[in-house]
């Protein structure tokens, strides 16, 4: 279906008004007004219904288990009405592909959520958007949405995380120094910022996945700032291995949960564990911390704009991006850069930091209100991602206690050691693809 010009205003409107509330307003109501904006444009494009003509046909096998045209379909149109960003077609596959390797560890183990875990989960999920469960399906339906793709986008979600759990739990130790090094995260009037070095290794394929946990290893016995510095210069593809892989002094608040905890407990010139990002593995050095008078967030949600220049890393795309660059200020101005350009070419979020894709949030650490990073391509390597910290809005802590400390530890830990596991599975996967397109 063709969209008007005052349909596509309207959709921008509604996008708008999601993107540009006052800081003050509650998280949930951004999401809401962001999950309408995703249902009307949804409706214009006929996205809700647009399935396969065999609504059964396979898609792809993961070991036994088929996904089916339906099921693509299905996930597609709700990741439309969450205003999903990029290519929703390849998200919603990467998510059923992801989420049957998951759902196949949690019949190995034996695991199936209970109906009332899902319902609670179902709750919590449509709470985010100050709605209740019935309410929420009675939005999704409007899109074509079963109640069904809902309930077993949740439950997978349980059942996985109860995996984890009863894989790893009880085998992670806490130490006290870790928690005494997190708590001058947390406590009033203690903020703490660091100096870091950064080598990031490509890792595209298994193969090259493999490679770079072992190169990582290696690094991580590093204990000094020439050392890493030399390796950084030797196998980082960051555009900081000018620098030797040095970056500027930054807020631990501002860095993903999951990689500030494995920084805190460093001594300087040590080196973390590998961490996981899109195409590749990260290991970052400690050079200096130290505590400052700004009170230190408890949360931290981004505001933040990325618009997708055709080319990769292109002399051709880079010069377009810094004409871009001459010409704005603030993220409202990339609208005016983005008119009569597919709506996918720009995408704004504002999120909790420890919802952003994890490369996104390591840029954006870097950055300040206004600033903007050319780092990063998209996964194909098509387009060169221009990143832009939009703002950022922070809440100041309240009393935390020790428990509560060990408990955010062992979950970031136990986070990384999911992800490390669904890579594992998915390597050893039987995966067949029945559609080129």
Wanted: charged share 25%.
């Amino acid at each position: 279906m063709t969209k008007s010009r005052s349909d596509k205003k309207m959709v921008n409107r509604m996008a708008n008004t999601r993107i540009n509330s006052a800081p003050g307003k509650h998280l949930g109501q951004r999401l809401l007004s962001g999950m309408l904006a995703g249902l009307l444009i949804l409706v214009m494009t006929g996205a809700g219904t647009a399935v396969a003509q065999d609504l059964f046909a396979p898609v792809k096998k993961i070991n036994e288990r088929v996904i089916t045209a339906y099921e693509l379909s299905q996930r597609m149109a709700f990741l439309t009405i969450l205003k999903a960003p990029g290519d929703i077609r390849k998200l919603a596959l990467e998510q059923l592909t992801d989420e049957a390797l998951q759902r196949q560890a949690a019949d190995i183990a034996d695991i199936e959520p209970s109906a009332e875990e899902v319902l609670a989960g179902m709750e919590e999920f449509t709470g985010r958007f100050n709605l209740d469960v019935e309410t929420f399906n009675k939005i999704i339906a409007q899109g074509g949405i079963a109640p069904e793709t809902f309930r077993d986008f949740v439950s997978g979600g349980i059942a996985w995380r109860a995996v984890v759990r009863a894989r790893w739990a009880g085998r992670i130790t806490i130490t006290e120094d870790e928690i005494d090094r997190q708590l001058a995260l947390t406590r009033p009037g203690a903020g703490v910022r660091v100096l870091l070095s950064e080598i990031i290794l490509p890792a595209q394929t298994p193969p090259q996945m493999q490679a770079a946990n072992a190169r990582a290893s290696e690094l991580g016995a590093i204990t000094t700032l020439p050392a890493f510095a030399s390796a950084a210069r030797r196998f980082s593809v960051a555009p900081s291995r000018g620098r030797s892989g040095r970056l500027d002094w930054m807020d631990i608040a501002n860095l993903p949960p999951a990689v500030a905890a494995k920084i805190l407990p460093l001594a300087p010139g040590h080196v973390t564990e590998p961490i996981p990002v899109k195409n590749g593995v990260a290991v970052f050095q400690l050079r200096a911390l130290e505590e400052t008078d700004v009170p230190a967030p408890t949360d931290v949600t981004v505001d933040y704009a990325t618009f997708l220049i055709p080319g990769g890393r292109s002399e051709k795309a880079l010069t377009q991006a810094a004409s871009i660059r001459a010409k704005v200020d603030t993220c409202d101005d990339l609208y005016a850069v983005a008119q009569d350009l597919p709506e996918e070419q720009l995408q704004r979020e504002a999120l909790p930091i420890g919802q952003i894709p994890t490369n996104y949030a390591l840029e954006l650490a870097k950055l300040d209100e206004g600033e903007s990073s050319t780092a990063l391509t998209s996964a194909s390597g098509q387009n060169l991602v221009f990143l832009m910290l939009c703002s950022r809005i922070r809440d100041l802590p309240e009393e935390i206690s020790r428990d509560d400390i060990r408990r955010q530890l062992t979950n970031g830990r136990l986070q990384n050691l999911a992800t490390a596991y669904l890579d594992e599975l998915r390597a050893a996967a039987h995966i067949e693809d029945y559609l080129t397109q």
